[in-house]
């Protein structure tokens, strides 16, 4: 009997939320990140940092990677907070509370509420705590309140929470008062952007868990598309599960050039699955009235928006949203008319 050919050993592999056991070229970071946090596991208080660079280099991936080490391997507690979610004081504390396994409300609790029941409850673990606030950015344009929260927290507890902040923009800080800010003392990690060889290496070792076999050329193809597009290894990753997923169909044994090839011809943007988590419902209004108008001035567009949204924001945040889009290279705001328009999708986010 013949056997049914395979290219698939574990699809879930090459998933952008997959966390793989070895972070190649990451190395120093992971480092510099874990040794920031070790005092928590001594009792002492950690540094806190700051971690900064353009999307999809490893930066959430790296700070997870310290966290489940952490968590394993003392007796640290480790709480993620994506800030696109809990983008409140109050959404943020509360979901702190909950990660410590806390009682708290999340309506009809006042802050301080939350914030006696936090100081009881870290003082009654006796054990160091860290909190990551992924994507600060939108909690520091909203509410950035809840960083004098945390500090105020410090100064009832004998374990000091240390903080991992994460953004795109390294310039997110400069929004904070000042006072906070040299509160917080903050270290900062920039991350840089990964050349071929090194983005060759990390789709390598996800392929290896991945497919079952994959003709030499397939990877650096895959590589080669990703650093073109700006360096974000979830392309790299996508354009490899969809030649995978090709190969699949047409029945073949392993994922070959022709089908990462094939993959590149298509011109169908991969948007959902890249943006997911970096985009919210507004950005994707806003994102969706630009496809369907060529360009447009900034308050042409809040005022369409304004009309489409059942719940739209401040013209502050919205001009927030706009700056988060170019940042991500979505958008593109010319210097010199001012007008928005969407970056040619052949050009950005296309496999
Ligand atoms: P960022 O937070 O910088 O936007 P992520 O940490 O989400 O990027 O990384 C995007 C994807 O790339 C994730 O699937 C992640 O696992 C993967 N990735 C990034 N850097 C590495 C690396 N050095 N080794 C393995 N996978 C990586
Ligand atoms: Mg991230």
Same mark, same amino acid.
């Given at each position: 009997?013949?056997?049914?050919?395979?290219?698939?050993?574990?699809?879930?592999?090459?998933?952008?939320?997959?966390?793989?056991?070895?972070?190649?070229?990451?190395?120093?970071?992971?480092?510099?990140?874990?040794?920031?946090? &070790?005092?928590?596991? #001594?009792?002492?208080?950690?540094?806190?940092?700051?971690?900064?660079?353009?999307?999809?280099?490893?930066?959430?991936?790296?700070?997870?990677?310290?966290?489940?080490?952490?968590?394993?391997?003392?007796?640290?507690?480790?709480?993620?907070?994506?800030?696109?979610?809990?983008?409140?004081?109050?959404?943020?504390?509360?979901?702190?509370?909950?990660?410590?396994?806390?009682f708290v409300q999340r309506h009809g609790?006042?802050?301080?509420?939350?914030?006696?029941?936090?100081?009881?409850?870290?003082?009654?673990?006796?054990?160091?705590?860290?909190?990551?606030?992924?994507?600060?950015?939108?909690?520091?344009?909203?509410?950035?309140?809840?960083?004098?929260?945390?500090? #105020?927290?410090?100064?009832?507890?004998?374990?000091?929470?240390?903080?991992?902040?994460?953004?795109?923009?390294?310039? $997110?800080?400069?929004? !904070?008062?000042?006072?906070?800010?040299?509160?917080?003392?903050?270290?900062?990690?920039?991350?840089?952007?990964?050349?071929?060889?090194?983005?060759?290496?990390?789709?390598?070792?996800?392929?290896?868990?991945?497919?079952?076999?994959?003709?030499?050329?397939?990877?650096?193809?895959?590589?080669?598309?990703? !650093?073109?597009?700006?360096?974000?290894?979830?392309?790299?990753?996508?354009?490899? &599960?969809?030649?995978?997923?090709?190969?699949? #169909?047409?029945?073949?044994?392993?994922?070959?050039?022709?089908?990462?090839?094939?993959?590149?011809?298509?011109?169908?943007?991969?948007?959902?699955?890249?943006?997911?988590e970096n985009v919210s419902e507004h950005?994707?209004?806003?994102?969706?009235?630009?496809?369907?108008?060529?360009?447009?001035?900034?308050?042409?567009?809040?005022?369409?928006?304004?009309?489409?949204?059942?719940?739209?924001?401040?013209?502050?945040?919205?001009r927030d949203f706009i700056r988060h889009?170019?940042?991500? #290279?979505?958008?593109? !705001?010319?210097?010199?008319?001012?007008?928005?328009?969407? $970056?040619?999708?052949?050009?950005?986010?296309?496999?």
């Open positions: 009997m013949l056997e049914e050919p395979n290219v698939f050993k574990n699809g879930e592999v090459l998933s952008p939320e997959y966390l793989p056991e070895i972070l190649p070229h990451r190395e120093n970071q992971v480092k510099a990140v874990a040794d920031n946090l &070790l005092p928590a596991a #001594r009792n002492r208080k950690p540094q806190n940092t700051f971690i900064f660079g353009p999307p999809g280099i490893g930066k959430t991936a790296c700070v997870k990677f310290v966290f489940r080490e952490f968590e394993e391997y003392s007796g640290v507690k480790t709480v993620y907070l994506n800030c696109w979610r809990f983008n409140t004081a109050t959404a943020v504390l509360s979901e702190i509370a909950l990660g410590l396994g806390l609790w006042s802050k301080d509420e939350i914030v006696a029941r936090l100081v009881e409850g870290i003082k009654k673990s006796g054990k160091g705590l860290i909190v990551c606030l992924d994507e600060v950015d939108q909690l520091i344009f909203k509410d950035q309140s809840v960083l004098y929260d945390l500090l #105020r927290i410090n100064q009832y507890v004998s374990n000091p929470i240390g903080l991992v902040f994460i953004s795109n923009n390294p310039h $997110v800080f400069a929004k !904070v008062e000042p006072r906070i800010r040299s509160s917080l003392a903050i270290e900062e990690i920039e991350f840089k952007p990964y050349n071929l060889q090194e983005m060759k290496d990390i789709l390598e070792e996800r392929v290896k868990h991945a497919f079952t076999a994959v003709e030499s050329g397939v990877v650096l193809l895959a590589a080669n598309r990703a !650093v073109q597009l700006g360096g974000d290894v979830r392309i790299g990753l996508e354009c490899l &599960l969809k030649a995978g997923r090709l190969a699949e #169909r047409e029945n073949e044994s392993m994922v070959m050039v022709k089908h990462v090839k094939e993959v590149l011809k298509e011109a169908k943007p991969v948007k959902p699955k890249i943006l997911k950005e994707k209004l806003i994102l969706d009235i630009l496809e369907s108008e060529k360009s447009l001035t900034t308050s042409g567009l809040y005022q369409m928006y304004c009309k489409a949204s059942k719940k739209p924001v401040s013209d502050r945040a919205f889009l170019a940042e991500l #290279r979505l958008i593109k !705001v010319s210097k010199k008319s001012g007008n928005i328009r969407m $970056v040619s999708k052949k050009k950005t986010i296309d496999l």
